[in-house]
């Protein structure tokens, strides 16, 4: 009976005993699986925090649009659309018979801004930045410039020979640069200011055999000039500067574009808009012109903020060379000796830019990268001020 006793006894300490370890091992296998819950859990919330961040704010569509579209891929984008809406453009305009370029511009602008409204609605347009970053008379004054460059522009085309646009084109390089150093201090090399005077030599002399003066059309070129450089230079810097990406941008401008536009058409635009054929034929062309002139903007706005006013105009000159040269090659034009050596000359001046420019890149990466173990060192405002000093540097390569 004792022994029976003691067994019993014996039993409940070790049941007691289980009791009580099970009740230490159970919060303790609680907290690790909690720990591995939170781990995961602050996973995910960080994944979900860098995706917002590339989509919903301007420094993550900033970064995005950079990976996608760096230089290379802009400039040849804007590239192959420019050359298309030069056709596209010379058909509307001689063999529809559409001798309206405000107008024109304004059809562009006005389908611009329909396409972007329908991406917006679709929430595919990319976030603006915070409006106290860029105050709204920045964005009215580029909206209003951008008018100016683009309605002159299709302007001085219609009334002057393409040699003297071409000229009036080549004086834009210099204004760019003179422009450039007075708002930003920013200085060019010699060698890029020797590359850039052979480039505009050589666009002259293969230009230089459909010259022919208007008064009226030289008074539109010269009138030009200014605003294209200035429309240049304010893409550009926006962008570099403050976080805006190119659709982001356009959204924004081009109501104002379109505003100006309307004012300069009685001005500038022959009478008979209304009069002219609205049939299916000639309304096609002049859609089809409307869709690549919204192309050649995004392009022109992706070309300006991945690269430099200045560049985006030796791009031109380039376009310019290289349709002069294919209508040779392929369809047997003539254009003449001194046109084709001019050609070739320019070309060769955009080499050396070309080079001159990514050689000056590669050496502010390095400098940049040989900064990050110096900057993690330091302190924290060293880091800061380094981090400052490298983006505006990268900003205002040429």
């Known amino acids: 009976m004792f022994w029976e006793m003691m067994q019993v006894s014996s039993s409940r300490e070790n049941t007691v005993m289980q009791e009580k370890q099970s009740s230490i091992q159970l919060p303790h296998s609680l907290d690790l ?8 859990s602050r996973a995910l919330e960080e994944i979900r925090g860098s995706l917002y961040n590339d989509i919903r704010t301007s420094e993550g569509a900033k970064r995005q ?9 802009a400039m040849s984008f804007n590239f192959m659309v420019a050359v298309g809406i030069i056709m596209t453009n010379k058909l509307v305009m001689d063999r529809v018979g559409f001798n309206f370029p405000i107008f024109l511009t304004l059809i562009h602008y006005s389908v611009a801004w329909v396409l972007l409204a329908i991406f917006n609605v679709l929430q595919l347009l990319p976030v603006s930045p915070p409006s106290k970053t860029t105050p709204f008379t920045s964005l009215f004054s580029l909206g209003a410039v951008m008018s100016f460059a683009s309605g002159l522009a299709n302007a001085s085309l219609n009334h002057n020979s393409v040699g003297f646009y071409q000229m009036a084109k080549i004086a834009v390089t210099p204004t ?17 200011v020797f590359a850039l ?11 230089v055999t459909d010259l022919e003066f208007n008064f009226f059309g030289a008074c539109i070129a010269i009138a030009w000039i200014v605003p294209s450089a200035i429309n240049k230079i304010l893409w550009s810097n926006l962008q570099q500067q403050a976080n805006w990406t190119a659709l982001a941008l356009m959204w924004k401008t081009t109501p104002v574009t379109v505003l100006f536009l309307l004012a300069l058409m009685p ?10 054929k609205w049939d299916l034929s000639n309304s096609s062309a002049i859609l089809i012109s409307a869709l690549l002139g919204f192309l ?54 955009m080499t050396v830019y070309t080079l001159k420019s990514l050689n000056k890149s590669s050496e502010i990466l390095i400098q940049k990268q040989n ?27 040429a």
């Open 371 to 397: 900064l990050v173990p110096k900057s993690k060192t330091g302190s924290e405002s060293t880091v800061e001020a380094s981090s400052d000093s490298d983006a505006t540097s990268m900003a205002n390569i």
């Open 33 to 40: 699986l909690g720990v591995g819950n939170m781990g995961k």
């Open 65 to 73: 649009q950079q990976r996608l579209c760096g230089p290379v891929m």
């Open 176 to 192: 760019i640069v003179l422009a450039e150093f007075i708002l930003f201090r920013k200085t060019v090399s010699y060698r890029k």
């Open 267 to 276: 001005w500038l635009d022959p009478p008979g808009v209304l009069s002219f």
């Open 296 to 349: 050649l903007q995004w392009s022109g706005a992706l070309a300006l903020g991945a690269t430099s006013a200045t560049s985006h105009v030796v791009l031109g000159q380039f376009k310019t060379c290289v349709i002069l040269l294919g209508g040779y090659l392929i369809f047997g034009s003539d254009p003449g000796f001194v046109s084709i050596c001019g050609a070739i000359t320019a070309l060769g001046g």
């Open 197 to 207: 005077l052979v480039v505009s030599a050589g666009v002259a002399v293969a230009t």
